[in-house]
């Protein structure tokens, strides 16, 4: 990508697409193209279809999705499945079609199987069932990334796939229903320490593993396998380590200041025990992640605690 490549950033203000926007910015690219869901409304194939034709994007970063955390996916199944489907279907042709030169798509860790041997390596898709919890966005990620693979080995067209682990940092969802952990664990355990509760609730057993990579090394990986990788299979990204819930609960705590109890409520879903990716691919090209998990916490809290009336 040169610097004054046209540039689409599909999704740029939510975590993912936000932060590429950040990264594409401070390395001085100038051709950036982006819209508002109000200007444009990605599962309108119409209205997609003439924005491309306009607009003329010479690369893509597709992090347009609807994303959310165990709860929101588990009670919108339909929601989770229609508009990623629309979106991605959308994106992904009208690039296609209006001679783009590179995509890339964004997928989730949760293509892989329910009980995947860990950590997770990428021909591990399609080799057992889905975590019934987010089974309905499995599916348009793993729709999404077949799409980019059939462009590929029909017309040549050159579009990639990132599978990313769970992701935290700037401009998350940090609702109590429907983000991820790690954000409503930032909100609660600062909201409990700011009024002086006595405990903090977190969801399911605190017994599931979870790996968490900071959205700045996100995005920094994507602009590397933009620049770099240009192959069918899915790539992982990844931090490389785990967690268990409890332990996360753990660490939040600590960085929030917060000194009540921290108590389980088994009455909500676990969902996979663990999701840990096996990132050696990425790593054997070169890139490796910067922000342990310390002090991407520390950095996360401070944000909410900034920007708490926004977010
Ligand atoms: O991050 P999360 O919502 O989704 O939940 P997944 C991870 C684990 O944290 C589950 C527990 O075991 C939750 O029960 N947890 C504890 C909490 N307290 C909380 C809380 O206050 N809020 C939330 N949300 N969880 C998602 C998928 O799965 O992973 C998406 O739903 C996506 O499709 C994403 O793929 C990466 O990690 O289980």
Redesign the pocket.
């Known amino acids: 990508m040169d610097k004054t490549a046209r540039i689409f950033v599909a999704g740029h203000r939510g975590l993912v697409g936000s932060a590429v926007l950040r990264h594409l910015t401070a390395a001085g690219y100038t051709g950036l193209i982006t819209r508002t869901r109000a200007e444009l409304d990605l599962t309108c194939q119409a209205a997609v279809s003439d924005f491309f034709k306009t607009e003329r994007p010479q690369y893509v970063f597709l992090a347009a999705a609807k ?5 929101a ?1 588990d009670t919108a199944p339909f929601d989770f499945l229609r508009d990623n489907v629309l979106i991605q279907s959308h994106v992904i042709e009208s690039a296609y079609r209006c001679g783009v030169h590179k995509l890339l798509f964004l997928g ?3 293509i892989y199987p329910r009980l995947c041997p860990q950590p997770m390596k990428e021909e591990y898709l399609l080799t057992g069932a889905l975590e019934p ?2 089974e309905w ?2 599916i348009a990620k793993i729709a999404g990334l077949k799409l980019c693979q059939a462009l590929r080995r029909q017309h040549g067209f050159d579009a990639i796939s990132a599978m990313p682990t ?1 992701l935290y940092g700037p401009n998350d969802n940090f609702s ?1 229903t429907s ?4 954000p ?2 930032v909100r ?1 355990f600062c909201e409990a320490e700011a009024s002086g509760a006595s405990q903090v609730t ?3 057993s605190g017994t ?1 593993r ?1 790996e968490f990579l900071h959205v700045d090394d996100l995005a920094s990986a994507l602009i590397f396998l933009m620049e770099h990788y240009s192959e069918a299979a899915p790539i992982n990204v990844g931090w490389g380590t785990d967690v268990s ?1 409890a332990e996360l609960a753990v660490q939040v705590k600590a960085a929030t200041g917060f000194r009540g109890e921290i108590v389980f409520d088994a009455t ?5 025990p663990r ?1 840990l990716l096996d990132v050696s691919r990425l790593q054997t090209l070169g890139w490796r992640p910067t922000i342990a998990l310390k002090a991407g916490l520390q950095e996360t809290v401070a944000w909410y605690r900034a920007h708490r009336a926004s977010a």
Do not use: E, F, M
């Not at 994303?67 to 709860?71: A, D, K, M, P, T």
């Not at 909500?268 to 996979?272: A, L, Q, S, V």
């Open positions: 994303v959310g955390g165990i709860l996916n989730s860790s949760c919890t987010n966005y499995a769970n109590l983000s991820h952990v790690l409503a664990l609660k977190v969801w399911g599931p979870r819930i909500k879903p676990d969902g996979t999701k």
